[in-house]
């Protein structure tokens, strides 16, 4: 290895400029030249049209801020086995042999993966950095933490609003089909209900759970003030699990569906059970909220923080993680093993694994959701028993930082 390049794909995050970060001092430190590839595969599909490029070098090292979100190194979505080219994998090689690149680091989610493994099959060695926002890989990614961070700063922010107004109020974060957003920023806000992909709604159970929660607040109130808050997953399925979106949202360059408007839907459903329950206006009345043909009904508004729950600033986890595996990569690819995902550093061993492996979709534990349902969050169902076991653990205990 005497050089190499690092590339991000998919959606950008937190962490990414740390993993850039680690990868290019490791490979400083080792003597090995590394580039910049600008946006992920677009960029490595039209390498062998650039003049030059970005050499990270220390001192262009010190002008990325590793604690910004999002990537120096840039982004799309392009899969390379869509691109309409017979020739793709060969243009890719000329590119890399034009500049000399013997390895590459790629930071990215499951699709990014997909398309090492198809790199990899065709002799370019490239080890896998993970990152999504989404957390639904096996191993951690970066990405997660700033961004569980961000939607629980967010939900908690919202309640000056929501209480203020007596608003019930819907958030529905990114995170596909899997509900480690939602769960773990809602959680960590202390938001009232939880809406996941992993657990079709019941709205009866919910709305149970909202209005009960809801009018003693205001009952409890000295200024009858309250609210109730809900984080919802995009990736929100119904009762029948079908998907709860807006067809017309279209599909991004990986194919797939964008998925809005699960927030306005639980919005509706709420709505319309105040609406129909008779106890309602009993409700407005006594709380002295009630304005005929006015304000008849608690107000249920969505929020939908889109792409704010994945810019501006890494967390500290994720700077720390990016780094790591960054290095790590490098630390691979000089060893001669390619072909794989990072999964971290434990003590000085770099660990790793297959990446078809790395890339299966994790969902949220429905363990932890039926020990937080004890806790009195409402994932949408009624809440499920806790058969708590126990287990004494004896030397290595598993650790984040
Ligand atoms: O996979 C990361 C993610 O943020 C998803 O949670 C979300 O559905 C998607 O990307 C949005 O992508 P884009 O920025 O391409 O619209």
Same mark, same amino acid.
């Given at each position: 290895?005497?050089?190499?390049?690092?590339?991000?794909?998919?959606?950008?995050?937190?962490?990414?400029?740390?993993?850039?970060?680690?990868?290019?001092?490791?490979?400083?430190?080792?003597?090995?030249?590394?580039?910049?590839?600008?946006?992920?595969?677009?960029?490595?599909?039209?390498?062998?049209?650039?003049?030059?490029?970005?050499?990270?070098?220390?001192?262009?090292?010190?002008?990325?801020?590793?604690?910004?979100?999002?990537?120096?190194?840039?982004?799309?979505?392009?899969?390379?086995?869509?691109?309409?080219?017979?020739?793709?994998?060969?243009?890719?090689?000329?590119?890399?042999?034009?500049?000399?690149?013997?390895?590459?680091?790629?930071?990215?989610? =499951?699709?990014? %993966? /997909?398309? $090492?493994? #198809?790199? *990899?099959?065709?002799?370019?060695?490239?080890? +896998?950095?993970?990152?999504?926002?989404?957390?639904?890989?096996?191993?951690?990614?970066?990405?997660?933490?700033?961004?569980?961070?961000?939607?629980?700063?967010?939900?908690?922010?919202?309640?000056?609003?929501?209480?203020?107004?007596?608003?019930?109020?819907?958030?529905?974060?990114?995170?596909?089909?899997?509900?480690?957003?939602?769960?773990?920023?809602?959680?960590?806000?202390?938001?009232?209900?939880?809406?996941?992909?992993?657990?079709?709604?019941?709205?009866?159970?919910?709305?149970?759970?909202?209005?009960?929660?809801?009018?003693?607040?205001?009952?409890?109130?000295?200024?009858?003030?309250?609210?109730?808050?809900?984080?919802?997953?995009?990736?929100?399925? =119904?009762?029948? %699990? /079908?998907? $709860?979106? #807006?067809? *017309?949202?279209?599909?991004?360059?990986?194919? +797939?569906?964008?998925?809005?408007?699960?927030?306005?839907?639980?919005?509706?459903?709420?709505?319309?059970?105040?609406?129909?329950?008779?106890?309602?206006?009993?409700?407005?009345?006594?709380?002295?909220?009630?304005?005929?043909?006015?304000?008849?009904?608690?107000?249920?508004?969505?929020?939908?923080?889109?792409?704010?729950?994945?810019?501006?600033?890494?967390?500290?986890?994720?700077?720390?993680?990016?780094?790591?595996?960054?290095?790590?990569?490098?630390?691979?690819?000089?060893?001669?093993?390619?072909?794989?995902?990072?999964?971290?550093?434990?003590?000085?061993?770099?660990?790793?694994?297959?990446?078809?492996?790395?890339?299966?979709?994790?969902?949220?534990?429905?363990?932890?959701?039926?020990?937080?349902?004890?806790?009195?969050?409402?994932?949408?169902?009624?809440?499920?028993?806790?058969?708590?076991?126990?287990?004494?653990?004896?030397?290595?205990?598993?650790?984040?930082?």
């Amino acid at each position: 290895m005497k050089k190499i390049a690092v590339l991000t794909s998919g959606g950008d995050c937190g962490g990414l400029n740390g993993v850039i970060k680690g990868a290019a001092s490791m490979a400083n430190q080792k003597g090995i030249k590394c580039y910049v590839i600008p946006n992920g595969y677009a960029g490595l599909y039209n390498l062998i049209d650039f003049d030059q490029l970005v050499e990270l070098t220390p001192e262009r090292l010190d002008r990325i801020d590793a604690n910004l979100a999002g990537s120096e190194a840039g982004h799309s979505r392009v899969k390379i086995k869509k691109v309409e080219d017979p020739q793709k994998y060969d243009r890719i090689k000329r590119g890399l042999q034009k500049f000399g690149i013997d390895g590459l680091v790629i930071s990215g989610g =499951d699709d990014t %993966g /997909s398309v $090492i493994l #198809d790199l *990899s099959e065709q002799g370019i060695k490239c080890v +896998h950095a993970p990152k999504t926002m989404d957390l639904d890989l096996q191993t951690y990614s970066v990405g997660g933490d700033s961004t569980v961070n961000r939607i629980a700063q967010f939900v908690e922010e919202l309640k000056t609003t929501a209480e203020t107004h007596n608003r019930i109020l819907v958030m529905e974060v990114f995170g596909r089909y899997a509900g480690h957003t939602a769960f773990r920023g809602g959680v960590a806000a202390d938001a009232d209900a939880v809406l996941i992909p992993e657990i079709p709604v019941d709205f009866d159970a919910l709305y149970r759970h909202a209005k009960e929660r809801y009018a003693k607040r205001i009952a409890h109130s000295d200024v009858k003030k309250g609210t109730y808050l809900i984080v919802v997953a995009e990736g929100l399925k =119904d009762i029948s %699990g /079908s998907d $709860i979106v #807006d067809e *017309s949202a279209g599909v991004d360059a990986f194919g +797939h569906k964008r998925l809005a408007g699960a927030g306005k839907y639980v919005c509706q459903e709420l709505t319309k059970r105040f609406k129909n329950d008779p106890s309602t206006a009993d409700f407005m009345r006594r709380e002295k909220m009630f304005v005929k043909g006015i304000y008849e009904i608690p107000e249920i508004r969505p929020v939908t923080p889109g792409h704010l729950v994945r810019c501006g600033h890494s967390s500290a986890h994720d700077v720390n993680f990016g780094k790591e595996v960054g290095a790590a990569a490098v630390l691979l690819l000089i060893q001669g093993i390619h072909g794989v995902t990072v999964a971290g550093i434990h003590n000085q061993e770099v660990r790793y694994m297959n990446i078809q492996e790395a890339i299966k979709q994790r969902h949220v534990d429905l363990n932890l959701v039926a020990f937080h349902e004890q806790l009195g969050v409402c994932f949408g169902r009624e809440a499920a028993a806790l058969k708590p076991q126990f287990k004494k653990i004896e030397g290595e205990v598993e650790r984040h930082l």
